[in-house]
């Protein structure tokens, strides 16, 4: 009997861990790469590959179909790795030289010091500061107001931003 969308066919798909089964209705003529797409979209989606498969069908099946599989991960892993590539590209490390003027980020969470306004109207970024000391790849010393003495000098290149605003006004 076909389906009210026409299709023909259950293809039955075991996990043979977890013994659950998924049940994927097909056309008896289903071409290998429209099989392997359903099978991408439906099972590798929400578990991930497989280690093995094992079908009562004969070996030009499975190899084939893994054929399929194989090559669709592999224009994935193309698309990802140029991709990613671009957006290396783009975001390229924070670098600030000695003298630089830094605006440093005011810690997000509670109980940290909020410099006299609470809430949404807290200032995010303090300053501007001078770069006195590179320490490391990704570290800076700021030379830091009196009233900051309770606080490190030293600070991630994450936590700073670089000040366009001209610090001597």
């Not at 000391?133 to 010393?141: L, T």
Request: aromatic share 10%.
């Amino acid at each position: 009997p076909r389906t009210s969308s026409g299709h023909d066919t259950i293809w039955v798909i075991m996990d043979q861990l977890t013994k659950s089964a998924h049940f994927l209705p097909m056309f008896e003529d289903c071409k290998m790469d429209r099989l392997a797409r359903l099978y991408l979209n439906e099972i590798v989606a929400r578990h991930g590959v497989p280690i093995s498969i094992i079908s009562d069908r004969d070996s030009r099946f499975t190899s084939r179909f893994w054929q399929s599989v194989q090559e669709i991960k592999d224009r994935l892993k193309a698309a990802h790795d140029r991709q990613k590539s671009y957006a290396d590209e783009k975001m390229k490390p924070l670098e600030f030289s000695v003298g630089d003027y830094v605006l440093l980020k005011v810690s997000p969470w509670k109980g940290v010091v909020r410099f006299g306004k609470k809430g949404k109207l807290a200032p995010r970024f303090i300053g501007p500061f001078v770069i006195i000391e590179k320490v490391g790849h990704v570290a800076y010393r700021l030379d830091l107001l009196e009233e900051l003495n309770g606080v490190h000098d030293m600070f991630h290149v994450s936590s700073l931003k670089k000040c366009l605003a001209d610090p001597r006004l």
